[in-house]
């Protein structure tokens, strides 16, 4: 789920999602463990096929997924940005 090539740091809570607007909010919970983190909207990924989301190294760990690689999740959507 971590994508070190990207140019945003791995300790702040982001993610990449190719269907919302760069600024949205969003609650992602671990299907695993019940976990969440809310996330800002940063980056167009995931690259690969099958896959919603794309997590910060900080956001894996704030739902306690970082070893995890893949994992389930559910996603909501918290606030969109302003026009």
Do not use: H, K
Not at 6 to 15: A, K
Not at 38 to 56: F, H, K, Q, T
Not at 60 to 66: F, N, P, Q
């Amino acid at each position: 789920m971590v994508r070190p090539a990207l140019p945003w740091p791995p300790d702040r809570e982001r993610r990449g999602l190719p269907t919302l607007p760069f600024g949205a909010r969003v609650r992602v919970t671990s299907l695993r463990n019940g976990r969440s983190v809310e996330v800002r909207i940063n980056d167009r990924g995931p690259a690969v096929r099958g896959r919603v989301i794309d997590l910060s190294y900080a956001a894996a760990r704030a739902i306690d997924s970082v070893g995890a690689g893949v994992f389930p999740v559910r996603l909501r959507v918290v606030a969109l940005p302003e026009p």
